[in-house]
């Protein structure tokens, strides 16, 4: 194996220019497919992170008012869910498939007030599980627990902005604060990030207490639960029309009739955006390996000549004992470390692409009035990628180098020593 | 003792128009024997020894080497034979040249998978016996035409072959060093009972060795002991 490094070494020293080409054409194709898949998992990064805050696999189900008479009702009856639909969703029939089964409050606005400072906000009463379900970032304190909701305790997580409101010159200050909420009084336990730009904004209490206090009849103003395991729109589908005319039907509400018992389809757009992220996953692969394709049968072009150049010295080679199989290594592994080290080179240097486009491209966000958009988020590629790079490498090394080789490895001693 | 044994070789080019370059070559040399092939150009000298040397393939005829057939060798035996049974010398050298002199020397014991060291040991070993053992580490182009010849001596030495192929050994050298390299061929033909076959067309080179084989348009003419080296009157290498 030393050997055969130091005859690569040797015949490549020979032929400086000749390897820097060929070099080049292999580290620009990597170059190219490392950068492009940096990119494109930029902006499928920041298009999941855009439409990614307020869906994910959870699904919500709410009651509203039926658009069509059935079983004797008439339209625009309001459904409200309650326990049974609880139990159902959390029942037998959806093990496995459906999981976090929570249940969420209306809204009650209330007027908040601390030294003097005030501001409108609207109480919600949420579980624990509601911080992974909606994604709120806690930025200080905690969130709602557990013993909170068992304890029906006058707890209250309020925005970043609610914060500045209240206290403008130190807003983490709020938390250990009594904070009045219309005729009561809250703990504030926690602050939860809150982009300034987005209109909606609640003080999350226990949702126990709410109950206790604002709501005490068994309605549930909407069921929020994980849904895993369906892959395509077609699975989801059925899954949607199954649960959702079981709820119908408990609700005497025609099967068809959406609006009486409506599902929020976060879950196809989880879908879509995921297949979407996937064929440009693929597109950045297919364009990186047809440019890598090119730089391959440079490689093996230049190969050519060089085994037509060597052919006197393969000739030599033959007469003093090489085996046909020792010539055809040579050349195979010479156009392996060419690619290998050259393409390695392109991949450093396509990193490098992403660091930079990280910096630049990936900081200028569009305000769009509610959020800011960012072109790219963390534009880089994985370990995976690298690796399954390297492989394509070796790969595209061996396929460049066995035309040449078994040419060289077939010429007869006695025509390659005439050859000159 | 007989090393090679040729019966009826005969050997056609198929270029277009058949050309029947060997027309039934019966030939046998003994072990320890140091001959010459002469003939003109075009005599079928070289292609007979490119089939001594099983570089080239003889359509009929039986050749055999050291009690083995030499025939319808696949590419990977007869490199193995080559490489085992026997050493060239070219007139243009053939070395190779990325490659230092001791590098050049090695490269056989390379393909016979000897180890790195033993076969430096090796080639360093048969350098110092030509005189090289200062010229090791250059490369080809920078030593003399003579000094060449010699590596390329030690390069055919190192296996041990049973026979020692020499094409035109001092077409490319001037007379002095001609004689030079014809007193080591034979002094290695004397000392260490080496095998020896000379191809040249120069009746000085020729009268060096023990016997003239005489080829002429494919066939072998005469065949004339040289023991006294008095070819041509006694000619000398020019």
């Known amino acids: 194996m030393r050997e055969l490094i130091y005859e690569i070494g040797n015949s490549l020293r020979q032929n400086r220019l000749r390897t820097a080409l060929t070099g080049f054409a292999v580290g620009w194709g990597i170059f190219l497919l490392i950068a492009l898949m940096g990119a494109g998992n930029g902006l499928s990064n920041a298009f999941m992170n855009s439409t990614g805050e307020h869906i994910s696999k959870s699904i919500t189900v709410e009651g509203w008012r039926t658009s069509k008479p059935y079983a004797g009702y008439k339209e625009n009856r309001r459904i409200y869910l309650d326990k049974k639909d609880l139990d159902y969703t959390s029942g037998a029939e959806w093990q496995g498939v459906i999981s976090n089964v929570i249940s969420a409050t209306s809204s009650i606005s209330v007027k908040l007030l601390l030294d003097g400072n005030t501001v409108d906000g609207s109480l919600v009463g949420k579980m624990p599980e509601h911080q992974e379900v909606e994604k709120i970032k806690i930025t200080a304190g905690r969130f709602i627990n557990t013993q909170d909701v068992a304890e029906q305790r006058k707890v209250m997580v309020v925005s970043t902005s ?26 504030v336990v926690g602050l939860y990030y809150h982009n300034p730009n987005d209109y909606y904004r609640s003080c999350h209490i226990p949702y126990s207490t709410y109950k206790g206090i604002y709501d005490r009849s068994d309605k549930i103003e909407a069921i929020s639960f994980n849904l895993d395991g369906y892959k395509t729109l077609d699975d989801y589908e059925k899954f949607e029309k199954d649960y959702g005319n079981a709820i119908r039907r408990i609700h005497s509400v025609a099967p068809d009739d959406r609006r009486g018992v409506w599902i929020n389809n976060g879950y196809v757009r989880n879908i879509n955006s995921s297949n979407s992220a996937n064929m440009l996953n693929t597109a950045v692969w297919v364009l990186g390996l047809l440019t890598l394709v090119s730089g391959i049968v440079g490689v093996s072009n230049i190969m050519l000549i060089t085994v037509k150049e060597r052919t006197h010295e393969f000739g030599i080679r033959k007469a003093i004992g090489a085996k046909p199989r020792n010539v055809l ?28 486009m990280e910096h630049t491209v990936a900081q200028r966000g569009v305000n769009i009035g509610f959020e800011t958009i960012y072109m790219l988020k963390n534009p880089f590629v994985g370990v995976d990628t690298a690796i399954k790079a390297t492989l394509v490498l070796i790969i595209a090394g061996t396929l460049a180098g066995i035309i040449p080789a078994w040419k060289a490895a077939r010429v007869k001693p006695i025509e390659a020593l005439r050859a000159e | 003792m007989t090393l090679i044994e040729l019966q009826d070789i005969n050997k056609t080019y198929n270029n277009g128009q058949p050309l029947h370059v060997l027309k039934g070559i019966d030939l046998s040399i003994d072990r320890g024997e140091f001959v010459s092939i002469m003939g003109a150009s075009g005599s079928g000298k070289s292609t007979l020894l490119n089939i001594l040397g099983i570089l080239d393939n003889y359509d009929t005829g039986t050749y055999m080497l050291n009690g083995k057939l030499i025939k319808d060798l696949s590419e990977t035996q007869a490199a193995d034979y080559r490489n085992r049974m026997i050493g060239f010398i070219f007139q243009s050298f053939n070395l190779i040249s990325f490659k230092t002199a001791v590098e050049n020397v090695e490269l056989p014991l390379y393909y016979q998978g000897v180890s790195r060291k033993k076969r430096h040991e090796m080639a360093m070993d048969y350098l110092e016996r030509l005189g090289l053992g200062q010229w090791a580490n250059h490369f080809p182009n920078q030593m003399s035409g003579g000094q060449k010849q010699r590596v390329a001596i030690a390069r055919a030495l190192i296996t041990k072959p049973q026979i020692i192929l020499a094409d035109e050994p001092t077409g490319a050298l001037d007379s002095k060093t001609s004689v030079e390299v014809m007193q080591l061929l034979k002094q290695l033909n004397k000392q260490e009972g080496i095998t020896i076959i000379v191809v040249t067309h120069e009746g000085g080179v020729a009268n060096e060795t023990d016997k003239i084989i005489h080829i002429k348009d494919g066939m072998i003419g005469q065949i004339e002991e040289n023991t006294s080296h008095n070819a041509w009157g006694g000619s000398v290498i020019k």
């Open chain 1, 329 to 356: 290594s040579l050349i195979i592994a010479e156009s392996v470390v060419i690619t290998a080290v050259f393409g390695y080179l392109g991949m450093v240097l396509g990193m490098l692409a992403c660091e930079l």
């Open chain 1, 162 to 187: 609610h914060a500045k409101e209240l206290s403008p010159n130190n807003p983490e200050a709020v938390i250990g604060q009594w904070v009045s909420a219309g005729s009561l009084a809250y703990l």
